[in-house]
Structure formats: structure tokens, C-alpha cells
């Protein structure tokens, strides 16, 4: 099993815009000092719910302070972004940083986002799976060209190749997916899943086996969809204490709070309706479905997930409180309380 840090950089009440990023830093130092596998970290716009607006820059910072741990970004939407630009950005990390980074993508959702960067809904509602493709197109090949909806261009040199240290090969990608097309889509190109932390087992377990049946239906080798399978990562939220009680009552002190103006700012390009999440029962339902309490209870809910889903590899939100010394310190318990439990 592989446990990482998931960092959203949310703008808790009461905090400015600095607090958050500084604390994701914290966080990813403290990662690689307590031995975590990964950190993985987010990207939003115009929300309070998380202030870095560039994963693969913040990737780029977190890559350039440490040494050994591996960084993916959770992820980079592609409707705001030209699969060119971030496949070249996705190969010089890859590059300079002998392998560790992971480029995660998704399609966001319908926020005016898409307006300020020109997407339109277009680019969110159909334009995905050309966008992924020309990605995975520049972080493969020698020379790209483009001739379809969104993005058409001659015949130009990839440089840097990805693959330009010593044939390591293509970056890894995983796709964030939220539903059955987000699925397909990632089977299709036998490209592992990032499934998202309000999902319990029981749903993770069936977009699990829709994703072997398309990427088997797609014509991939058996060989080759296990062990792309091996690369899907479970988000979830950790908070370790002495006990379950305080666990809870530290995430139900600050996450609420955090949920209502963070979720609540979002704004739709269109005007279309999109119902919010109660913030409390929204904290209530990640507390009872991920590791939050004493280490063996957190453990035996990791092993559990990954018994029950296949996935063994978690990124799981270690800033619950909101606070730089308790994200920190929590850090350090999921490192040296919990994964013992799990060898």
C-alpha cells in the first residue's frame, strides 16, 4: 500500500489567502521528512475551497525542496488548460526531477472558470476526451499535430521529449473520474483513476469493475489493465488522534465552516442550478467513511478500502483543521502511528 498526502489549500474562516499555501508546503515538507509516499495537490479557481490556482507550479516548488517523495497534481482541469502547454510543463517536471511526478487531470466542473480562460461549457461538456488525447499524444510521440474541434495546429517537434532521459519512458497519468463517462474515458486509454473522497467503497468498488470492463472491451491486454489497475488512487480525509472522539471534533470544529464559504463561492458559467452540500453532514459523512480516530482504527479503514476496492494507493487530506502545526503533526502520526500498522 501507498499512502499520500492529498492538499487542497483551503482558505479556512478567518485565514488570508498566504496561510493556506504555506501550510501546503509545511505539509509536503513534512511528507517527505515523515516518509509518506506522495504528495498530491489541487487546483481551483476564484474559491476560498483551495487558493492554488497552478498545481503543476505548486508541483514544480514542492519537487524543487525535496529529494526522494513523489508529486502529483489533483488535479490540473484541462477545459482551462492547452494540452500542449501542460504536457510540455508535465515533461520538464518529469524530466528535472528523475520521475516523480504524476500529472493528474480532469474536467473540473461547469464554473465560470470556463469563461475567464475561454473553454466555454464546450470544452467542459464534450471537449475532454480531445483534450486528453492531445496530451497524451504530446507526452508520447516525437512530432504532434492537431486538426480537430477545439485544437488545430501543423505538425510541430515535441521538446523536451518526455522520454528524453534515457528512454524512463511517459510521465504517468491519472484521470480524476466522477462519473461513468469520466470512467470509459480513462479505461478507454488505459489510464489508472483518481476516485474522489465523497465516494465510499461500495462505489469505488463498482467504478473499479466498470473500469476493467471498458478498458478490457477497449482490446487492452489482461497484463496490461492489471497493472495499470495497480495505479488508481483513492482521495479520502485522515485525522488521527487518541481517540475517534477527538478526531471528529477536530474536523467538525473547522471543516464545516471551510465547506460552507469555500463550496458556496463556486459560480456556474451559465447560471445552471448546482445544489451545495450541507457542510455539517457533509463533514459527518467523510468522517465516517475514511481514517479519522486512533491509528488502528485508521489503519484497518485503509486496509479495509483496499480489500474492498483493489485500490492501494490513497491521497488522503491531511488538513482537516485548517491549522499549520495540527497538519503538520498529523502528518507525522499518519507516517509513524499508521503505516506500521499497515506492513
Avoid at 475532454?128 to 512530432?143: C, G, I, N, P, Q
Wanted: glycine share 12%; hydrophobic share 45%.
Amino acid at each position: 500500500m501507498r499512502v499520500g498526502a492529498f492538499l487542497l489549500g483551503g482558505q479556512f474562516p478567518g485565514q488570508g489567502q498566504a496561510e493556506p499555501l504555506e501550510r501546503m508546503v509545511a505539509a509536503a515538507d513534512e511528507a517527505e521528512r515523515a516518509g509518506l509516499d506522495a504528495v498530491w495537490l489541487a487546483e481551483h479557481h476564484f474559491v476560498p475551497y483551495g487558493v492554488c490556482p497552478s498545481a503543476v507550479t505548486l508541483a514544480a516548488l514542492v519537487l524543487g525542496r525535496t529529494r526522494r517523495i513523489g508529486v502529483g497534481t489533483a488535479v490540473s482541469v484541462l477545459p482551462n488548460a492547452h494540452p500542449v502547454a501542460l504536457g510540455e510543463q508535465t515533461a520538464l517536471l518529469h524530466l528535472t526531477s528523475g520521475g516523480r511526478f504524476t500529472l493528474g487531470v480532469g474536467r473540473g466542473g461547469p464554473w465560470v472558470d470556463l469563461e475567464v480562460f475561454g473553454g466555454g461549457v464546450t470544452a467542459y461538456e464534450e471537449g475532454f476526451a480531445e483534450s486528453v488525447d492531445l496530451l497524451l499524444r504530446w507526452l508520447r510521440e516525437s512530432r504532434v499535430g492537431a486538426d480537430g474541434r477545439r485544437f488545430r495546429f501543423r505538425d510541430v517537434p515535441v521538446v523536451p521529449r518526455a522520454d528524453a532521459a534515457g528512454g524512463a519512458g511517459a510521465p504517468p497519468v491519472v484521470v480524476a473520474c466522477t462519473s461513468a463517462a469520466t470512467v470509459r474515458a480513462a479505461a478507454e486509454r488505459a489510464l489508472p483513476m483518481l476516485v474522489g473522497m465523497h465516494c465510499g467503497d461500495e462505489e469505488k468498488a463498482e467504478m473499479v469493475g466498470l473500469w476493467r470492463r471498458e478498458a478490457l472491451a477497449a482490446g487492452h491486454p489482461v497484463e496490461v489493465v492489471e497493472e495499470v489497475a495497480g495505479g488508481h488512487v483513492s482521495a479520502g480525509v485522515a485525522q488521527v488522534e487518541d481517540s475517534r472522539a477527538e478526531a471528529v471534533r477536530a474536523l467538525e470544529k473547522a471543516m464545516p465552516g471551510w465547506f460552507r464559504t469555500g463550496l458556496g463561492a463556486h459560480v456556474t458559467v451559465d447560471g445552471r442550478e448546482r445544489p451545495m452540500r450541507d457542510p455539517f453532514a457533509y463533514t459527518e459523512l467523510l468522517c465516517g467513511l475514511h481514517p479519522v480516530g486512533p491509528a488502528r482504527l485508521c489503519a484497518d479503514r485503509l486496509l479495509a478500502t483496499a480489500e474492498r476496492t483493489g485500490i492501494g494507493r490513497f491521497a488522503l487530506l491531511v488538513e482537516g483543521t485548517g491549522e499549520l502545526a495540527a497538519t503538520r503533526l498529523n502528518v507525522r502520526r499518519l507516517a509513524e502511528d499508521v503505516l506500521p500498522l499497515l506492513r
